[in-house]
């Protein structure tokens, strides 16, 4: 079966579409995953708020900060924020990867695109 100049143009029509289909998807992944980062570091950034309120609030009281009472109140807190740690380094190590991914797959060249140039002719 012989390809035509137009079958050519359909194949690579539909090749740089599913590579930007591929891209588009990437980037969509990427910009889902930061905005859970961004929601993950608010909610951090909450929880240390409750903790210094707690603390005040207990030191306003007593006058002073024991670690039996300090540890009753925030301690639900503290575990909070390193699960919240925990996960913001998994979302940084998958936005790095699906980078790296995009990255890549934007760089693919297709051989058919590439000329090969006499240099005795060409001028630069």
């Given amino acids: 079966m012989t390809s035509s100049p137009f079958g050519n143009f359909l194949d690579k029509f539909k090749s740089t579409t599913k590579q930007a289909a591929e891209s588009m998807k990437l980037a969509g992944r990427i910009a889902g995953l930061k905005v859970e980062r961004s929601t993950q ?11 210094g309120s707690k603390i005040y609030s207990i030191y306003s009281k007593t006058k002073t900060l024991d670690s039996a009472s300090l540890n009753q109140e925030i301690t639900s807190e503290i575990q909070q924020i390193e699960r919240i ?27 058919s695109e590439v000329k090969e140039v006499d240099k005795k002719t060409s001028k630069e």
């Fill in 85 to 111: 740690d925990k996960r913001l380094e998994e979302l940084e190590a998958e936005i790095v990867q699906l980078q790296q991914e995009l990255m890549h797959s934007e760089t693919v060249v297709d051989a």
């Fill in 41 to 51: 570091k608010a909610e951090k950034e909450r929880l240390l708020k409750d903790i």
